[in-house]
């Protein structure tokens, strides 16, 4: 089970943190391939942000230089910092995981298996 947390109202150029707890024991979360995703009203899915079990991080073009993702293991949860948040940046954000190989990328929403309940992240212009 994901546990997804840190959603908000923000201005324009803004910061937020998600949390993403997983509630599984450090070994077995170590193991897991882990994603950001987020949705608009009106929108698809898209594809934000992950880690990989070595820790290599993937964006989107869209938050390049904006978002970075990271995870701590001993404590079973995955971070997004969200710094200089845009307008188009809101909506709701879901954590996502899939149990890896250590060299795996993954970037598509159908290849996760687990989800969080999505956290809502509102901009202000």
């Known amino acids: 089970q994901l546990q997804a947390s840190g959603g908000g109202l923000v201005q324009a150029g803004g910061s937020l943190r998600l949390s993403c707890t997983a509630s599984?024991?450090?070994?077995?979360?170590?193991?897991?391939?882990m994603g950001w995703f987020r949705q608009a009203p009106g929108k698809e899915r898209d594809f934000v942000a992950s880690?990989?079990?070595?820790?290599?991080?993937y964006y989107a073009d869209s938050v390049k230089g904006r978002f970075t993702i990271s995870r701590d293991n001993a404590k079973s949860t995955v971070y997004l910092q969200m710094d200089n948040l845009e307008p188009d940046d809101a909506a709701v954000y879901y954590c996502?995981?899939?149990?890896?190989?250590?060299?795996?990328?993954?970037?598509?929403?159908?290849?996760?298996?687990?989800w969080g309940q999505g956290t809502q992240v509102t901009v202000s212009s």
């Open positions: 880690i990989g079990r070595s820790g290599n991080t």
């Open positions: 599984t024991r450090t070994y077995t979360f170590s193991r897991y391939f």
């Open positions: 996502a995981a899939k149990p890896s190989i250590l060299t795996a990328v993954y970037y598509s929403q159908s290849d996760f298996d687990y």
